[in-house]
């Protein structure tokens, strides 16, 4: 649960660790919710692929003996600037995990349709996945808390293509969402910076008294004890010695200043541990384990019939991107990607071909 007041921009990334599962291992993960749409709440979205997701998969399964869950984080790392507001049009592009990124950017923009009645630009997701049950990904689109229910004001519209079957299932089977919740430890601390709400004014303050502190170490030093001793001849204190009496000054000076604002925030953060303390859970019903089993709920595998009317979905066949983007008309578009290499390249490839003025790639990954 994040602090009062914390805040993060979409595309964020958290590094979390458990350790119930590994006390050594911090895992990258991109955020999926918004600080503006869900303030109460930071979510991350985890695929069951190597063997760290599996066994804290199969912890989670266990939830009905499982007393709570320690979980530490380090975060969230937010880009400085939100380059797409800025676009008229926005496309979106991903394989597979690969539209967890998007999910906060849809986020974001639900929110300021809704509550701040800000007009939104155009946005298309065009999004592939190997098999029908991975179109339940859509279903996170919306936030689990369920207190969106109008897209209307948002102009979304969903391309999604399963690439490994050649139509839809026969089975009409719903997909059970399972939301299970852990009383909280009166250990448990909520999510917040390290140096408190106003990081920015916390770094200057330490650089500023830092190096204020160091130079009147420095003054004191030369003046009451090198100098009394070696009379500037550099006889008992040489150069190198010098430059490492400083540099050890310096440091000493940032480890102190940085330590009184860190247990400073810290304190302040102690007040913030009520908001867990005084949780509203739901209560047990009939059994320890209705505690931790929150809610099974029987959902489509798009909740709401607004997403529905908004998405196509088209079997056999992978998403024609050249044709696609060339036939969008707005005149400046932003265009996003996030999956496998390939996909992103050929992606790059079209916005930087010539052939279409109005595209401007916008890369949101580390590596290329």
């Not at 279409?356 to 916008?362: F, M, Q, R």
Request: a neutral charge; proline letters at 7%; one cysteine or more.
């Amino acid at each position: 649960m994040p602090y009062v007041g914390f805040s993060y921009n979409p595309l964020s990334t958290i590094f979390i660790n458990f350790p119930s599962v590994s006390r050594l291992q911090w895992h990258p993960f991109t955020v999926s919710s918004s600080s503006n749409l869900e303030p109460e709440r930071l979510s991350v979205i985890m695929k069951k692929e190597g063997s760290w997701t599996q066994k804290l998969y199969r912890t989670l399964s266990e939830h009905a003996t499982l007393e709570g869950l320690d979980v530490s984080v380090e975060g969230p790392y937010s880009p400085i600037s939100e380059n797409f507001l800025r676009y008229e049009s926005v496309v979106m592009i991903s394989g597979g995990s690969g539209i967890t990124p998007f999910i906060s950017i849809i986020r974001e923009f639900i929110h300021r349709s809704n509550s701040l009645n800000i007009p939104t630009p155009n946005l298309l997701l065009i999004c592939a996945f190997k098999n029908s049950m991975d179109l339940t990904m859509l279903d996170l689109l919306l936030p689990v808390s369920g207190n969106v229910s109008d897209l209307s004001r948002l102009n979304l519209k969903i391309e999604a293509y399963v690439t490994r079957e050649k139509e839809a299932p026969i089975s009409d089977e719903q997909t059970m969402i399972r939301t299970i919740c852990f009383k909280p430890k009166p250990s448990h601390m909520p999510i917040a910076p390290v140096l408190g709400p106003n990081s920015w004014l916390c770094l200057a303050i330490i650089i500023s008294t830092s190096f204020v502190a160091f130079l009147i170490l420095i003054g004191i030093l030369q003046r009451f004890y090198i100098y009394p001793i070696d009379k500037n001849t550099g006889d008992i204190y040489s150069l190198s010695s010098m430059a490492v009496l400083y540099l050890l000054v310096m440091c000493t000076c940032i480890v102190v200043a940085c330590s009184v604002l860190f247990l400073k925030n810290k304190r302040e953060n102690l007040k913030g541990a009520k908001q867990i303390k005084n949780l509203d859970l739901p209560t047990p019903m009939t059994s320890p384990s209705s505690w931790y089993h929150c809610s099974d709920k029987e959902m489509e595998s798009l909740p709401q019939e607004s997403l529905v009317k908004a998405t196509n979905v088209h079997y056999g066949k992978r998403p024609d991107l050249k044709m696609t983007l060339l036939a969008i008309d707005d005149e400046n578009v932003g265009v996003m990607a996030s999956g496998p290499t390939g996909m992103r390249h050929q992606t790059a490839a079209i916005c930087s071909s010539g052939l279409a003025d109005n595209l401007h790639y916008e890369s949101i990954s580390f590596n290329w």
